[in-house]
């Protein structure tokens, strides 16, 4: 059972991030969350209208925290989540040595080191566990925050998927590869 208990990390600003597992009544916060930075519409691939709902979200969590593999996490400073993370590896025997994720930092909070600390607390979760050899993600190659984070954090570049990301006014956006081995 993956639950991972809590980390405490320093803000830029000076006060402080804790990043824990989330627990099915964080549920809506995990949703705030996420309906928020979707809803700026650049940089990811699930759109707002995708969001699955209160309910989903809850059976989400207890999925994530159930399975072995797997890491859902909340940031919270002084209470109110900030930021979500989560990871989780292939779900084969033969792809089940390495795994994505994805982050969400509202806006307001962002620069502050909250996406450093969520990305951190997964890398370091994924180096404890003995099965688990590297992890890995796939971003908008313009998303010039974003690869700071994972570059800093020792991330480095697989390959580009191009035009792997279609929207809705017919542009396309390729996905840039990133690793990391643990
Ligand atoms: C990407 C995201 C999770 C980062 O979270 P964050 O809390 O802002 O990240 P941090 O504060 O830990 O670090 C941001 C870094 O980017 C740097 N940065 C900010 N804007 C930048 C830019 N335009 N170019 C280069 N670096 C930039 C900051 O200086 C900081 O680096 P530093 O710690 O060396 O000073 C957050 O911006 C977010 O949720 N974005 C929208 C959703 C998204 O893009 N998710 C990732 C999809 S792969």
Redesign the pocket.
Known sequence: MAIFSSRTFSL?SGGIVIVRSALPDDAQAILDVATS?LA?N???LTTVEEIKGLQQQVERIADMNQAERAIILLAEVDGRAV?AADFRCGTKKRNAHHGDF????LKP??????????VTTIIDWAAAHPDIEAVR????PT???????YR?LGFVDEGVLKRSVKYEDGRYADSLLMRRDV
């Open positions: 830029k930075v700026e650049q940089f990811t930021g994805g982050v969400s930092v909070w962002r620069d502050q080191g909250v996406g450093h600390a969520l993600l796939s971003v908008d998303n010039a925050r974003a690869i700071a984070v800093k």
